[in-house]
């Protein structure tokens, strides 16, 4: 299949739309084909989401046309207008009405204001087959969505989209919840809607899925299209060549993550160990965990979902309370201080940098300032009096070493795009000059370049002596910046994986729960 | 697997919802839109000075000084009340306690000056009473996981039962006669020629401001009122900071309930009532989101003025209270429309 | 997966679907119930005249409006987003006052009034849901508006409390025979609301309630019910002031306020959740029937005016904190069988 002349379910042509001062699209050009996958690529700020709610009916372009199956459209008056014409949507924010069941999750917006009787039975079987095919077949729908987990409730927004009669299906980053499974049985509903004749419009930070699912893509940069390739044509250095904007390949390799330092893990006796979970039990069915952390050592945490890697994590900042065992900070002289609450994790110098950026970390209304300050001030007055001085010269500092967006620490947060909001979100604590750093996924949804200079910044706080415990669902990014990785399955640690001596493979084996494919396999192995 | 932590899921209802309600990204569309929300950020400050020469044009005899002061003294006793709401409003809260506040304190201040009682004693008394309703209503609201709205409002009605099962039949009540020259608009301060009231709410809301934009529990309150989560998890202290904002909204109240003592000299529990939604207005007015995490004192003292003069302005175009009222509803309305409106649905995806 | 099928709880054998789905949509009443169930009694075992028939129908004519200004109330709360309709009781203050001061001296007299005061309501009620979900005001600031209009009005019209009323509205408030009148207001409240309730609106509005976003984005006309949801519950409040005509046997343009404070003390005690989305109008109804009872137990006791007052603050402090407790303990315990 060749990039031109193909007929089009699908043709967007010079879309653009600015919010206030931000062009968000300048001149978007798309073109999707029945019976195709397409992927739409680009980083941060690359206009994608804006694109895709535009398509979606949920905004209204500024300028440029949307053609239909042969209809050419000003816009798209609402969601529901969308739908109607056959395009579903997944956003990507997960959003559900958390009392209402899952069935009536799945059936929103799907009856008028007033519409009489109950749901048919033919309907119903619609939803059930629809969760089948995403695997979800245990899954209670008349029991309430706020007790799904994270990626059951993703399957439900998708469920939500398949069961109306689509024939364009949107997806805005519907798979960073999912686990491997999951993911697959997603991607081989998709390729069976594919052979009906049915087009798909996905975007996704995972190269891989990019290039294993797709037919076509798309790239944006800077809310312009910049390349459309069939995925023959396309390579990973291709595609991130054009997102970037850095045509030179060999820039590319440079700018790929760099293995492990070369010095790896202190000496053993330059290693002072700072945190210890002597037989620490997430849950009652599952094995104890007992670690040492060392200064300057990078843990990994990695494991499917819902496996007990985000429970060690909220057990070790003193956000949680285990089924039993103990966590201790370790001081210089090697006395242990028990973590027994939030409050006293970050008094002993352990910060939490949480995963959901927009609802546990940013101040929406205020200022760059004020969200990278608002851990500082605790240390930073005198007698309640706030010593703006000396903050002001910290941000500058973080600013520099991070490669912050010049941006005047005035502005809204808001006008940040992702990746530098989550720069400030790490430089709050950053900034504490924490002993103990566990970052929760931090990188998820950021551009590549930003992943790039967060890394560096990782690796020199590590060198600076802070032990960082590092959660992450990229086996890759866990792989190059690790020292080690623990893998979780079923609650318990299966896996102490060194990351220099160690593949994707392994790693992956053990978090299925299969313990002869190498790799350490010990459980609470220490180091 | 658990989401949201355990954190999260302690929070009341309404300050968990806020976080997705503010915008963390893109901001209103094309340029004029821009310009638009410009202006109205400005439009309390435009329309202080705006309404006050239409009050000159419409009312023979405003541009003296008595009516001035007068209209000052209206001001700085609604600027005073709804001194404590604009915290309370930015930490995302809000107290519907203050009118029952200010007539337990016109109760006492009456009652207990007439009974001989010495001032300080009562100054001090009323005050520890302020601070203790402001700890239970934040209190409650923090251990009971229920919107201050609620838990103010709860207090309004014991302190108001309280008020005036204590006030009950009684008529006499006194006040020293410098309280009384201090709401008076012949009254003076030492040899300024301007009523006390006037000056205190000219210094404390310099002290407010500076409260809010240099002090660590000021920049708190705004982080508590912006995300709630975000805030526990960055360390803010939040049961604490809202102690301080709730304590210092009843002692404000307290303050304007011993002026309005000054005011009548007798007795009136319900004196406080009519300031049940105009501290709310006030704020409103000037601007700041009943959101949360945004806003100023300052944008609170431009809002007192606008309703004093609105209020003003009606009576002195010889409306009658209830057209007032009819009047301020359907300002209030129109007001917001120009500068108070919530984002679209579309706009917080 | 197993894993999936195993963290469900698993729904006890018997439960059909709609039975569960019945016990779920109402399991917000299990505390309201309680404490309905508990004051009936006490009142009757403190005044044993409450169960008289002439009693009933006087209680039931006194609970009438307080009932429906709470139900005018559940509304626009449960459309969550910040929604509350503060302008309940003016309106129901300026309903008497139309009726009184005119209507009849214009020479209305006839049961024409009640659809006219409908219309009225579902009027008002749309201009909050078009202020609220169109020009997008803050749901408080526009109900305060309205609130401060109609109190305005209704003072402006008929300053001193009089005016005259039709004698077959003041019999409202009395008996047909055993059955007090009041019922059959009721029953035509809640004949409609079941038919309601068989469609998709209640859906549809918790869904709102629960989160707009999702609501809008699957398709839901959000602005379109936020209006349809203020126009119900403006309708409930006119019928409320139609009752208070009738009870009041006049009109007064300040008996209003008291009303919005207790509409909204009656949802915190229906256990209604005040961010939206989880409760029902069934909720609203007994909240009001709670607080009704209350006041009753507590004038049979003879606790001074006053003291009610104090009494009703904390009543509501601690019915707040028992839903709060009930629901956080809910969600820990149904989180923990997930595992």
């Given at each position: 299949?060749?990039?031109?002349?193909?007929?089009?379910?699908?043709?967007i042509?010079d879309l653009s739309r600015s919010f206030g001062e931000t062009k968000a699209l300048r001149s978007a050009?798309?073109?999707?084909?029945?019976?195709?996958?397409?992927?739409?690529?680009?980083?941060n700020g690359s206009g994608k989401s804006t694109l895709i709610k535009i398509l979606s009916g949920v905004l209204r372009p500024d300028s440029g046309t949307l053609?239909?199956?042969?209809?050419?459209k000003r816009h798209l008056t609402s969601p529901?207008?969308?739908?109607?014409?056959?395009?579903?949507?997944?956003?990507?924010?997960?959003?559900?009405?958390?009392?209402?069941?899952?069935?009536?999750?799945?059936?929103?917006?799907?009856?008028?204001?007033?519409?009489?009787?109950?749901?048919?039975?033919?309907?119903?079987?619609?939803?059930?087959?629809?969760?089948?095919?995403?695997?979800?077949?245990?899954?209670?729908?008349?029991?309430?969505?706020?007790?799904?987990?994270?990626?059951?409730?993703?399957?439900?927004?998708?469920?939500?989209?398949?069961?109306?009669?689509?024939?364009?299906?949107?997806?805005?980053?519907?798979?960073?919840?999912?686990?491997?499974?999951?993911?697959?049985?997603?991607?081989?509903?998709?390729?069976?809607?594919?052979?009906?004749?049915?087009?798909?419009?996905?975007?996704?930070?995972?190269?891989?899925?990019?290039?294993?699912?797709?037919?076509?893509?798309?790239?944006l940069?800077q809310g312009t299209?910049?390349?459309?390739?069939?995925?023959?044509?396309?390579?990973?250095?291709?595609?991130?060549?054009?997102?970037?904007?850095?045509?030179?390949?060999?820039?590319?390799?440079?700018?790929?993550?760099?293995?492990?330092?070369?010095?790896?893990?202190?000496?053993?006796?330059?290693?002072?160990?700072?945190?210890?979970?002597?037989?620490?039990?997430?849950?009652?069915?599952?094995?104890?965990?007992?670690?040492?952390?060392?200064?300057?050592?990078?843990?990994?945490?990695?494991?499917?979902?819902?496996?007990?890697?985000?429970?060690?994590?909220?057990?070790?900042?003193?956000?949680?309370?285990?089924?039993?065992?103990?966590?201790?900070?370790?001081?210089?002289?090697?006395?242990?201080?028990?973590?027994?609450?939030?409050?006293?994790?970050?008094?002993?110098?352990?910060?939490?940098?949480?995963?959901?950026?927009r609802?546990?970390?940013l101040f929406g209304p205020l200022s760059v300032f004020d969200n990278f300050?608002?851990?500082?001030?605790?240390?930073?007055?005198?007698?309640?009096?706030?010593?703006?001085?000396?903050?002001?010269?910290?941000?500058?500092?973080?600013?520099?070493?991070?490669?912050l967006v010049s941006a005047s620490p005035a502005r809204a947060i808001s006008t940040l795009s992702g990746g530098n909001q989550?720069?400030i979100?790490?430089?709050?604590?950053?900034?504490?000059?924490?002993?103990?750093?566990?970052?929760?996924?931090?990188?998820?949804?950021?551009?590549?370049?930003?992943?790039?200079?967060?890394?560096?910044?990782?690796?020199?706080?590590?060198?600076?002596?802070?032990?960082?415990?590092?959660?992450?669902?990229?086996?890759?990014?866990?792989?190059?910046?690790?020292?080690?990785?623990?893998?979780?399955?079923?609650?318990?640690?299966?896996?102490?994986?060194?990351?220099?001596?160690?593949?994707?493979?392994?790693?992956?084996?053990?978090?299925?729960?299969?313990?002869?494919?190498?790799?350490?396999?010990?459980?609470?192995?220490?180091? | 697997?658990?989401?949201?932590?355990?954190?999260?899921?302690?929070?009341?209802?309404?300050?968990?919802?806020r976080a997705a309600r503010q915008p963390v990204g893109g901001s209103p569309s094309n340029l004029t839109a821009v310009v638009a929300a410009n202006f109205t950020n400005a439009l309390p400050y435009i329309l202080v000075p705006v309404l006050f020469i239409l009050s000159v044009i419409?009312?023979?005899?405003?541009?003296?000084?008595?009516?001035?002061?007068?209209?000052?003294?209206?001001?700085?006793?609604?600027?005073?009340?709804s001194?404590?709401?604009t915290?309370?409003i930015i930490?995302g809260?809000?107290?519907?306690?203050?009118?029952?506040?200010?007539?337990?304190?016109?109760?006492?201040?009456?009652?207990?000056?007439?009974?001989?009682?010495?001032?300080?004693?009562?100054?001090?008394?009323?005050?520890?009473?302020?601070?203790?309703?402001?700890?239970?209503?934040?209190?409650?609201?923090?251990?009971?996981?229920?919107?201050?709205?609620?838990?103010?409002?709860?207090?309004?009605?014991?302190?108001?039962?309280?008020?005036?099962?204590?006030?009950?039949?009684?008529?006499?009540?006194?006040?020293?006669?410098?309280?009384?020259?201090?709401?008076?608009?012949?009254?003076?301060?030492?040899?300024?020629?301007?009523?006390?009231?006037?000056?205190?709410?000219?210094?404390?809301s310099?002290?407010?401001v500076?409260?809010m934009n240099?002090?660590?529990?000021?920049?708190?309150?705004y982080?508590?009122g912006a995300n709630?989560?975000?805030?526990?998890?960055?360390?803010?202290?939040?049961?604490?900071?809202?102690?301080?904002?709730?304590?210092?909204?009843?002692?404000?109240?307290?303050?304007?309930?011993?002026?309005?003592?000054?005011?009548?000299?007798?007795?009136?529990?319900?004196?406080?009532?009519?300031?049940?939604?105009?501290?709310i207005t006030a704020v409103m007015i000037g601007g700041t989101s009943l959101l949360g995490g945004r806003g100023g004192y300052l944008r609170t003292v431009m809002g007192a003025l606008i309703v004093a003069e609105l209020?003003?302005l009606?009576?002195?175009?010889?409306?009658?209270?209830?057209?007032?009222?009819?009047a301020l509803g359907i300002l209030v309305i129109l007001l917001t429309s120009t500068y108070g409106r919530e984002l679209k649905v579309a706009a917080k995806i | 997966?197993?894993?999936?099928?195993?963290?469900?709880?698993?729904?006890?054998?018997?439960?059909?679907?709609?039975?569960?789905?019945?016990?779920?949509?109402?399991?917000?009443?299990?505390?309201?119930?309680?404490?309905?169930?508990?004051?009936?009694?006490?009142?009757?075992?403190?005044?044993?005249?409450?169960?008289?028939?002439?009693?009933?129908?006087?209680?039931?004519?006194?609970?009438?409006?307080?009932?429906?200004?709470?139900?005018?109330?559940?509304?626009?709360?449960?459309?969550?987003n910040g929604?509350?309709?503060?302008?309940?009781?003016?309106?129901?203050?300026?309903?008497?006052?139309?009726?009184?001061?005119?209507?009849?001296?214009?020479?209305?007299?006839?049961?024409?009034?009640?659809?006219?005061?409908?219309?009225?309501?579902?009027?008002?009620?749309?201009l909050?849901g078009v202020l609220i979900a169109y020009v997008r005001l803050p749901a408080i600031i526009a109900?305060l508006g309205?609130?401060?209009?109609?109190?305005?009005?209704?003072?402006?019209?008929?300053?001193?409390?009089?005016?005259?009323?039709?004698?077959?509205?003041?019999?409202?408030?009395?008996?047909?025979?055993?059955?007090?009148?009041?019922?059959?207001?009721?029953?035509?409240?809640?004949?409609?609301?079941?038919?309601?309730?068989?469609?998709?609106?209640?859906?549809?509005?918790?869904?709102?309630?629960?989160?707009e976003r999702?609501?809008y984005t699957?398709?839901?006309?959000v602005s379109?019910?936020r209006?349809?949801?203020?126009?119900?519950?403006?309708?409930?409040?006119?019928?409320?002031?139609?009752?208070?005509?009738?009870?009041?046997?006049?009109?007064?343009?300040?008996?209003?306020?008291?009303?919005?404070?207790?509409?909204?003390?009656?949802?915190?005690?229906?256990?209604?959740?005040?961010?939206?989305?989880?409760?029902?109008?069934?909720?609203?109804?007994?909240?009001?029937?709670?607080?009704?009872?209350?006041?009753?137990?507590?004038?049979?006791?003879?606790?001074?005016?006053?003291?009610?007052?104090?009494?009703?603050?904390?009543?509501?402090?601690?019915?707040?904190?028992?839903?709060?407790?009930?629901?956080?303990?809910?969600?820990?315990?149904?989180?923990?069988?997930?595992?």
């Amino acid at each position: 299949m060749t990039t031109a002349d193909v007929a089009s379910r699908l043709d967007i042509v010079d879309l653009s739309r600015s919010f206030g001062e931000t062009k968000a699209l300048r001149s978007a050009t798309l073109r999707v084909a029945p019976g195709e996958i397409h992927s739409l690529a680009g980083e941060n700020g690359s206009g994608k989401s804006t694109l895709i709610k535009i398509l979606s009916g949920v905004l209204r372009p500024d300028s440029g046309t949307l053609t239909w199956e042969g209809d050419v459209k000003r816009h798209l008056t609402s969601p529901s207008g969308a739908q109607a014409m056959g395009i579903s949507t997944v956003f990507q924010e997960t959003l559900f009405a958390p009392e209402m069941t899952v069935r009536d999750n799945i059936f929103l917006g799907t009856d008028r204001l007033f519409r009489y009787g109950r749901r048919k039975g033919a309907e119903l079987e619609v939803a059930r087959q629809a969760l089948s095919d995403l695997g979800l077949d245990g899954l209670d729908v008349d029991g309430p969505m706020w007790t799904l987990s994270l990626a059951e409730r993703q399957l439900v927004t998708i469920t939500r989209a398949i069961v109306r009669p689509w024939r364009l299906l949107v997806l805005d980053e519907s798979t960073s919840a999912l686990d491997a499974q999951q993911r697959d049985r997603l991607f081989g509903y998709l390729r069976q809607a594919r052979s009906e004749g049915k087009s798909v419009l996905f975007t996704s930070h995972r190269m891989d899925e990019v290039l294993g699912l797709a037919d076509r893509i798309t790239v944006l940069r800077q809310g312009t299209t910049v390349a459309t390739l069939a995925v023959g044509e396309a390579s990973r250095r291709g595609i991130l060549g054009h997102m970037s904007g850095r045509a030179d390949t060999a820039d590319i390799v440079s700018a790929a993550p760099a293995p492990r330092r070369e010095a790896g893990l202190p000496q053993d006796a330059a290693r002072v160990p700072v945190l210890r979970t002597e037989a620490l039990t997430l849950r009652p069915s599952s094995q104890p965990i007992s670690v040492e952390v060392c200064a300057g050592e990078i843990l990994g945490l990695a494991g499917l979902e819902g496996q007990g890697q985000v429970e060690f994590v909220e057990c070790l900042t003193g956000l949680r309370k285990p089924v039993s065992g103990q966590l201790a900070a370790l001081g210089a002289s090697g006395a242990a201080h028990p973590v027994r609450s939030y409050g006293a994790a970050n008094r002993l110098g352990i910060r939490y940098v949480p995963r959901d950026r927009r609802h546990e970390g940013l101040f929406g209304p205020l200022s760059v300032f004020d969200n990278f300050a608002v851990t500082l001030w605790s240390e930073l007055n005198w007698l309640g009096l706030l010593r703006r001085q000396q903050a002001r010269k910290r941000f500058a500092d973080f600013a520099e070493s991070s490669r912050l967006v010049s941006a005047s620490p005035a502005r809204a947060i808001s006008t940040l795009s992702g990746g530098n909001q989550q720069k400030i979100l790490l430089g709050r604590w950053v900034a504490m000059r924490p002993r103990v750093l566990v970052v929760n996924d931090p990188l998820r949804g950021v551009d590549a370049n930003t992943k790039e200079e967060l890394y560096g910044l990782f690796r020199r706080l590590a060198a600076d002596g802070v032990a960082i415990i590092y959660l992450s669902t990229e086996i890759v990014e866990l792989l190059t910046l690790t020292d080690q990785v623990a893998v979780f399955h079923e609650g318990s640690v299966v896996a102490m994986l060194p990351s220099q001596t160690s593949s994707d493979t392994d790693v992956v084996a053990a978090m299925f729960g299969d313990e002869q494919h190498g790799g350490t396999s010990q459980v609470g192995a220490d180091g | 697997m658990t989401d949201p932590t355990p954190v999260a899921a302690t929070d009341g209802p309404p300050e968990t919802s806020r976080a997705a309600r503010q915008p963390v990204g893109g901001s209103p569309s094309n340029l004029t839109a821009v310009v638009a929300a410009n202006f109205t950020n400005a439009l309390p400050y435009i329309l202080v000075p705006v309404l006050f020469i239409l009050s000159v044009i419409f009312i023979p005899g405003y541009f003296s000084k008595a009516s001035i002061i007068s209209l000052l003294i209206l001001a700085s006793l609604l600027g005073l009340s709804s001194l404590g709401q604009t915290m309370t409003i930015i930490a995302g809260g809000i107290d519907l306690s203050i009118p029952a506040v200010i007539g337990l304190s016109d109760i006492i201040v009456t009652q207990l000056y007439y009974k001989h009682w010495s001032l300080p004693v009562i100054f001090l008394l009323i005050a520890a009473l302020a601070i203790l309703i402001g700890t239970i209503s934040a209190v409650a609201s923090v251990l009971l996981r229920v919107h201050s709205l609620i838990t103010t409002f709860g207090m309004s009605l014991i302190v108001s039962g309280i008020a005036l099962e204590w006030s009950n039949g009684a008529v006499n009540g006194a006040v020293p006669g410098w309280l009384t020259s201090s709401v008076s608009a012949i009254g003076k301060t030492g040899p300024i020629p301007i009523p006390a009231v006037i000056i205190v709410w000219a210094v404390a809301s310099v002290l407010a401001v500076f409260f809010m934009n240099r002090t660590r529990i000021g920049r708190e309150t705004y982080a508590l009122g912006a995300n709630a989560v975000a805030a526990r998890l960055a360390t803010v202290r939040s049961t604490w900071v809202k102690v301080v904002v709730f304590s210092i909204s009843a002692l404000c109240a307290a303050l304007v309930g011993i002026f309005f003592a000054g005011y009548s000299g007798i007795p009136d529990p319900t004196v406080g009532e009519p300031y049940f939604f105009l501290t709310i207005t006030a704020v409103m007015i000037g601007g700041t989101s009943l959101l949360g995490g945004r806003g100023g004192y300052l944008r609170t003292v431009m809002g007192a003025l606008i309703v004093a003069e609105l209020t003003t302005l009606l009576v002195g175009v010889g409306f009658s209270a209830s057209f007032q009222e009819l009047a301020l509803g359907i300002l209030v309305i129109l007001l917001t429309s120009t500068y108070g409106r919530e984002l679209k649905v579309a706009a917080k995806i | 997966m197993a894993s999936v099928a195993s963290r469900q709880a698993r729904p006890p054998a018997l439960a059909t679907p709609a039975v569960r789905q019945l016990v779920q949509r109402n399991s917000y009443l299990a505390v309201p119930l309680a404490m309905l169930v508990v004051l009936f009694i006490a009142n009757a075992i403190v005044q044993p005249q409450f169960l008289s028939q002439q009693s009933w129908a006087a209680s039931m004519a006194v609970l009438c409006p307080t009932v429906l200004t709470a139900m005018a109330m559940t509304l626009p709360i449960l459309s969550g987003n910040g929604g509350i309709d503060l302008s309940v009781g003016p309106m129901a203050g300026f309903i008497t006052v139309l009726i009184a001061a005119v209507l009849v001296p214009a020479g209305i007299t006839s049961q024409v009034i009640i659809p006219i005061v409908i219309v009225f309501g579902l009027t008002s009620g749309a201009l909050n849901g078009v202020l609220i979900a169109y020009v997008r005001l803050p749901a408080i600031i526009a109900t305060l508006g309205m609130y401060l209009f109609y109190q305005g009005l209704g003072t402006e019209v008929l300053p001193e409390a009089g005016g005259s009323v039709p004698v077959w509205l003041v019999k409202l408030d009395g008996s047909y025979g055993p059955i007090p009148a009041v019922w059959v207001v009721f029953a035509v409240i809640a004949v409609i609301w079941l038919l309601l309730t068989r469609g998709s609106y209640p859906r549809n509005l918790l869904s709102v309630g629960g989160d707009e976003r999702a609501a809008y984005t699957a398709g839901v006309n959000v602005s379109r019910l936020r209006v349809v949801t203020y126009s119900l519950g403006g309708a409930l409040a006119a019928i409320a002031g139609l009752m208070l005509t009738g009870l009041i046997q006049g009109g007064d343009g300040t008996v209003g306020p008291p009303y919005t404070i207790s509409a909204i003390t009656a949802v915190a005690l229906g256990g209604i959740a005040l961010a939206g989305g989880r409760g029902g109008l069934l909720g609203g109804a007994i909240g009001g029937t709670v607080l009704f009872l209350i006041q009753e137990l507590l004038t049979d006791a003879h606790v001074s005016v006053y003291a009610v007052s104090v009494v009703n603050g904390i009543i509501l402090i601690l019915a707040l904190a028992l839903n709060g407790t009930v629901e956080y303990l809910r969600r820990r315990t149904l989180a923990a069988k997930r595992g």
